[in-house]
């Protein structure tokens, strides 16, 4: 990438770079009067949206900041996420084209993704704290995730085209974000955790942990070692946009390839952390998110097991029940990631608002020790837990 061009937008610069664009691509219809918005969360990357007051016609520009700002200070980032990002985005759209925000445009050298705007949409995390429910939820992140790890692995992919992918999406540096905030700092007495005094004596027994330091260790060797599929990398209930009916992935900038169980992991673990705080605050079961979290694990068995079947993987294979194998190990992989996220959310640097925004001290440290709690046993009892009823199960038990 030629940095020299580089340089983060204003709003002001972003109309002019969209009326430029204009011309050459027609995106919006001449003449336009264009305004312009950033919305983004400000941490890593821009967000503007840009619209056109004549026509009502709208899209998005990510940009990515050549820095990180993370606790007041900055720290260097590669803009070369953003390529990461746009090619994840479209790969994902040769086979889950509906789940996917639809690329524009892009530009390598200002780091920048034009996208399509999904203002109707509503953040995952912002509508389940407001107590929306999403029936149509865990069917689409179950699609998605059984087509984007198929076909995207040795089983739905050509061997050339799985070592195109590999070298294409190398991602060390989003890589190593994740290496150091979820599976290492938060076992241990590191600077950039942050969490409440309340949690002092549970996190220095967790610190104390040996058993479950060297599980955890076992599970960032896999992060950084499994390379089984593109997987998003970052799939947290803010990294999904939903309406009543419908869902899309976005933010894919932390892609690579990696265990195919890393997905799925998170996204259990970011409904879990969900369901930690209603329990906490109301004391009630709360069975549509465990409905959730049990359709996207079954979806994504069924449609994987069906991608599976249509491409003879058995029959290449030549041995029956290597499916259900690669199965029951994806499923332990994502029950021990999922572990990881939900003790890196409470001691970790970056929290979730469903917890955090628990404004009783009692109920909110209820919450965070459940999800500590869930957390070591996810990760110490991952090879005991089957199917996802037994994980079920031992959630209600735990809350
Ligand atoms: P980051 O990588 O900085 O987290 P995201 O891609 O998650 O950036 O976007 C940050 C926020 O910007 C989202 O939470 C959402 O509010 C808004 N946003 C991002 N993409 C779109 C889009 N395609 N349409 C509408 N809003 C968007
Ligand atoms: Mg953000
Ligand atoms: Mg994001
Ligand atoms: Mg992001």
Same mark, same amino acid.
Request: a negative charge; glycine letters at 6%; aromatic letters at 10%.
């Given at each position: 990438?030629?940095?020299?061009?580089?340089?983060?937008?204003?709003?002001?610069?972003?109309?002019?770079?969209?009326?430029?664009?204009?011309?050459?691509?027609?995106?919006?219809?001449?003449?336009?009067?264009?305004?312009?918005?950033?919305?983004?969360?400000?941490?890593?990357?821009?967000?503007?949206?840009?619209?056109?007051?004549?026509?009502?016609?709208?899209?998005?520009?990510?940009?990515?900041?050549?820095?990180?700002?993370?606790?007041?200070?900055?720290?260097?980032?590669?803009?070369?996420?953003?390529?990461?990002?746009?090619?994840?985005?479209?790969?994902?759209?040769?086979?889950?084209?509906?789940?996917?925000?639809?690329?524009?445009?892009?530009?390598?050298?200002?780091?920048?993704?034009?996208?399509?705007?999904?203002?109707?949409?509503?953040?995952?995390?912002?509508?389940?704290?407001?107590?929306?429910?999403?029936?149509?939820?865990?069917?689409?992140? *179950?699609?998605?995730?059984?087509?984007?790890?198929?076909?995207?692995?040795?089983?739905?992919?050509?061997?050339?085209?799985?070592?195109? +992918?590999?070298?294409?999406?190398?991602?060390?540096?989003?890589?190593?974000?994740?290496?150091?905030?979820?599976?290492?700092?938060?076992?241990?007495?590191?600077?950039?955790?942050?969490?409440?005094?309340?949690?002092?004596?549970?996190?220095?027994?967790?610190?104390?942990?040996?058993?479950?330091?060297?599980?955890?260790?076992?599970?960032?060797?896999?992060?950084?070692?499994?390379?089984?599929?593109?997987?998003? *990398?970052?799939?947290?209930? *803010?990294?999904?946009?939903?309406?009543?009916?419908?869902?899309?992935?976005?933010?894919?900038?932390?892609?690579?390839?990696?265990?195919?169980?890393?997905?799925?992991?998170?996204?259990?673990?970011? +409904?879990?952390?969900?369901?930690?705080?209603?329990?906490?605050?109301?004391?009630?079961?709360?069975?549509?998110?465990?409905?959730?979290?049990?359709?996207?694990?079954?979806?994504?068995?069924?449609?994987?097991?069906?991608?599976?079947?249509?491409?003879?993987?058995?029959?290449? +294979?030549?041995?029956?029940?290597?499916?259900?194998?690669?199965?029951?190990?994806?499923?332990?992989?994502?029950?021990?990631?999922?572990?990881?996220?939900? +003790?890196?959310?409470?001691?970790?640097?970056?929290?979730?608002?469903?917890?955090?925004?628990?404004?009783?001290?009692?109920?909110?440290?209820?919450?965070?020790?459940?999800?500590?709690?869930?957390?070591?046993?996810?990760?110490?009892?991952?090879?005991?837990?089957?199917?996802?009823?037994?994980?079920?199960?031992?959630?209600?038990?735990?809350?």
């Amino acid at each position: 990438i030629a940095t020299t061009s580089y340089e983060p937008l204003t709003e002001e610069t972003a109309i002019a770079y969209i009326e430029k664009l204009n011309q050459k691509l027609g995106l919006f219809p001449a003449p336009s009067l264009l305004l312009c918005k950033e919305i983004g969360d400000g941490n890593l990357n821009y967000v503007f949206h840009l619209s056109d007051s004549l026509s009502g016609q709208s899209l998005i520009i990510k940009q990515a900041l050549p820095y990180a700002k993370v606790v007041g200070e900055s720290w260097p980032l590669t803009l070369r996420r953003a390529k990461i990002e746009a090619e994840a985005l479209q790969k994902a759209a040769e086979t889950v084209p509906s789940l996917v925000p639809n690329v524009i445009h892009t530009d390598d050298d200002l780091a920048i993704t034009i996208m399509e705007d999904l203002s109707d949409y509503t953040i995952l995390r912002k509508g389940l704290i407001d107590g929306e429910t999403y029936p149509n939820l865990g069917r689409h992140i *179950g699609i998605y995730l059984a087509k984007t790890i198929f076909h995207s692995s040795p089983f739905g992919e050509s061997q050339q085209e799985i070592k195109e +992918i590999s070298v294409r999406f190398t991602n060390p540096e989003l890589c190593k974000i994740t290496e150091d905030l979820v599976f290492t700092d938060p076992f241990f007495d590191h600077d950039t955790n942050d969490f409440e005094d309340h949690l002092k004596d549970t996190v220095n027994e967790l610190w104390k942990n040996e058993e479950l330091k060297l599980e955890a260790a076992k599970l960032k060797y896999t992060f950084l070692t499994k390379s089984e599929a593109l997987i998003h *990398g970052d799939l947290h209930t *803010g990294s999904v946009f939903v309406t009543a009916e419908e869902t899309k992935v976005i933010d894919p900038e932390f892609a690579f390839y990696g265990p195919a169980g890393f997905d799925l992991g998170l996204f259990i673990a970011n +409904i879990l952390l969900n369901t930690i705080s209603k329990t906490a605050i109301d004391e009630q079961q709360h069975s549509d998110l465990y409905q959730t979290i049990t359709e996207t694990v079954e979806v994504f068995k069924e449609e994987y097991k069906k991608l599976c079947q249509n491409h003879h993987v058995e029959a290449f +294979i030549q041995t029956e029940g290597y499916v259900d194998y690669m199965l029951a190990t994806i499923f332990e992989d994502a029950v021990g990631f999922a572990g990881c996220e939900l +003790i890196r959310r409470i001691i970790g640097l970056a929290h979730v608002a469903d917890i955090d925004n628990i404004s009783d001290c009692q109920k909110r440290l209820c919450a965070q020790k459940n999800a500590l709690e869930l957390g070591s046993t996810f990760i110490l009892k991952r090879r005991n837990f089957r199917t996802i009823h037994q994980l079920i199960q031992e959630t209600k038990d735990v809350l």
